[in-house]
Structures are given as C-alpha cells and as structure tokens.
C-alpha cells in the first residue's frame, strides 16, 4: 500500500471519531434514562411508561435525521457544468489566465450560472473540472464540489448541502427536543439528588451527570439550530453568511432571498406534512437558483428563458420546473447597464 494512500485511509477513519463520541453519549444516555432512571429509580408505573414513550418518540426521530444527515451523499454537479471536449483540449492548452476566462465566460452563457468571483471571474473547480453553478463549493475534506454547500461538519462525517440541509436541521431539532426531554423529565430526580432523597446507588451519580450532560448539549444545540433557522429565513448558507455572492452587480448577501415563507419551502418543501419528517422535500435541483436581481446579457437570458419556457410554453405547470427555473421578466425600463441588461425576478419583496 502506497504511503499516502495509507495515510488518507488513516485520516478517513479519525474523522469518524466525533460520529462515535455522539453514538457512545447517545448510547450511555440510553442507558442512564431506560435502565438507571426508569427501571431502577421510578417508583411509579405510569410514571415510568409515559417517560419511555416519550423518549423513544424524540430518540427515534433525533437517530433518524442524524442517520439521514450522515448518510446522504452531498450532491455534485451534473455532466452539464463541465466543459464540452473541444473547449476543455482549449482550456488545458492555454496557459493564460485571460484566455482561459475567455472559454469560460463562452461556455457559461449556456448555463444559469450568476455568481461570479470577488475579482469577476468565471467559478471554475481544478480538481473537479467543472464551472461552479451559483452558491456550489469545493469541499477539500470530502474532495468533491457540492452544491449549495453550507459547510462541512465534522459531527456528523460529512458536507451539509443542498441535498441533506434540511436533515441537518431536522437533526438539530431533534437533538434540541431529546435532550430537553431528558432535563424535564430528570430534573425532579436531579433535585433529589441534591436533597439526599434518592437511594445511595450508582443510578444517583447517573442520574446527576444525564441532566448535566443534556443541560449543555440542549444550549449548545439549540443555539446552532437558532442560528440555522435565521439563515433558512435569509435563503443564505453558512459559507455566504461570512461571504456574499458576487452577482455580476457585485457582492449581495441577500442575492438568493425570496421572502421568508418561499425561504423557508426552499429547505422543508412547499407541503407541510414533510416538513418536520426527514424525508427529502427540498424544493429544486440544487444548481440553478431563483435570484432577486441579477445583470446578464441578453444573449444568456434568452438561453435560460428558452430552456425552463417549455412548461409555460405547453401552458402545463410542473412545480419541480418552475422552482428550478429562473423566472426572469425583463425590465426594459432599466436599459442598458455594463453592456447587459438588467432582468428582474417576479417575487415577493424581502422584509
Ligand atoms: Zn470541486
Ligand atoms: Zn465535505
């Protein structure tokens, strides 16, 4: 085996360490409540099957988005972003960094691709030899360029992104919902702990130390999941909370914003009985985005326009489409900006 394979095969299974730190707490947490708490602690029957029900209910939806989150493989761009044989042999020829944007800039025409670099350039992934679509970005750990990457978390082993965001939340929730299941309905014991009322048997020190731990997890948790919710609000992620797009009329931290209720259907989908079950109900492709004022030239809105005007064309209306396309109305009377034309997104307004 070749050294640096062995090495990248070691570094793969040390960033499992922090999936198994949370599956031993998880587990002891199991143990400490079912067997500690409930079995040896709890006097009262009723007492104890309520307690167990409820936990289950909040440990099994909290194991299943955690699992969804884990194991769902973030998405890549499709064959469509990279480039077509005769511009690559171009690309790969030409040493020039002007010239190279130059393909760039040609075959991006055809794509619905907005953003751009903070210098104006084309976003374009070396390794991966693809044009970015709009909000995708090249993780360096998972070594692929995942789209409306959000960040890479190590608790869970992989890239938050477009196809798995809304288990990350659901994740957070359910982790947030667990653990204050847990203060609740330990903390009756925890006072009697305190107040020397329970027995002396290694269940009180279990006891003591399920409520510390859940207390800490719950403020924690709750706060990463406060701090998600607000970007959902925003249609922003992580990685542009700290740095805006850049549209090609410059940087615009609310660039991707369509209002808080489209915001928030653009994560947990447009029907409600999904929403708060991990099952993927993301709306869109991941790699084209409604945009709420962008500048393109006229040449690359006829492009998108003729590619997701079928539906409307046929005068069908196919929600899938429609949410993936980008539903420009051009707005002559703005004129000429930049040598583009300024097209504007029917929308509701950002509050
Ligand atoms: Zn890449
Ligand atoms: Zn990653």
Request: proline share 5%.
């Amino acid at each position: 085996m070749a050294p640096s394979h062995a090495l990248r095969c070691c570094k793969r299974a040390l960033n499992w360490i922090p999936v198994l730190f949370i599956n031993l707490v998880v587990g002891w947490s199991y143990y400490a409540y079912v067997v500690e708490l409930c079995v040896y602690t709890i006097p009262n029957n009723a007492e104890r099957i309520s307690y167990l029900v409820i936990f289950h209910i909040s440990l099994i939806m909290f194991i299943w988005s955690y699992w969804k989150t884990i194991w769902f493989r973030p998405a890549s761009p499709s064959k469509m972003f990279g480039l077509p044989r005769a511009e690559k042999e171009l690309f790969e020829r030409e040493e020039r960094a002007e010239v190279q944007q130059e393909v760039l800039k040609k075959v991006v025409r055809n794509l619905p691709v907005y953003t751009r670099t903070a210098g104006g350039a084309v976003r374009y992934c070396d390794p991966c030899q693809v044009i970015k679509p709009d909000r995708c970005h090249h993780c360096s750990t998972c070594e692929i360029c995942v789209l409306k990457m959000d960040h890479h978390c190590p608790w869970v082993n992989n890239c938050v992104g477009f196809s798995n965001y809304k288990f990350f939340i659901l994740f957070l929730g359910y982790a947030s919902l667990y653990c204050a299941v847990l203060c609740a309905t330990v903390v009756q014991y925890f006072i009697k702990f305190w107040t020397n009322e329970l027995a002396d048997t290694p269940a009180k020190f279990h006891i003591l130390f399920l409520f510390f731990v859940a207390a800490l997890f719950f403020i924690s948790i709750l706060s990463l999941l406060g701090y998600h919710l607000w970007l959902v609000g925003k249609n922003r992620t992580t990685i542009e909370a700290f740095r805006a797009p850049v549209f090609s009329n410059g940087p615009d931290k609310n660039g991707f914003s369509l209002g808080f209720s489209r915001n928030m259907a653009e994560v947990f989908g447009d029907q409600a009985k999904y929403w708060f079950v991990p099952v993927f109900s993301s709306l869109g492709d991941g790699q084209s985005f409604l945009t709420r004022l962008i500048h393109v030239d006229p040449e690359q809105t006829n492009s998108v326009l003729q590619q997701n005007g079928k539906s409307t064309a046929e005068g069908e209306t196919d929600t899938s489409v429609l949410s993936n396309s980008i539903q420009h109305t051009v707005d002559n009377s703005k004129g000429k900006i930049d040598g583009g034309q300024t097209v504007s997104v029917t929308m509701e307004s950002e509050p």
